[in-house]
């Protein structure tokens, strides 16, 4: 399956980049396999995306949960949580 990722400020900043097109195995199949999947890569990308950090993701442009199904062509983003000031 193939998927667009997004990534949003200081996540951006962290993986040095704002998009990417993944081809993903067949055994992620949601939000959070999509996180699993991209900490696998290591270094930075463990780092950002670890476990019990504070992150937002979307699917399609919507705020989402983990166990939400991904589908082919679909965009998840990754985010730090908004703060105010």
């Keep these: 399956m193939n998927i667009q990722l997004r990534f949003f400020a200081s996540v ?27 900490r696998e890569r ?5 780092e950002t995306l670890a476990e019990g950090r504070a992150l937002r993701m979307a699917y399609n442009h919507q705020m989402t949960e983990p166990a939400t199904p991904i589908t082919e062509g679909c965009e998840v983003a990754f985010f730090p949580p908004v703060t105010g000031g």
Excluded: I
């Design 12 to 38: 951006r900043e962290a993986l040095g980049s704002s998009n990417e097109s993944v081809m993903l195995p067949a055994h992620v199949r949601t939000v959070g396999d999509v996180r699993d999947f991209l």
């Design 42 to 46: 290591g270094g930075m990308w463990a």
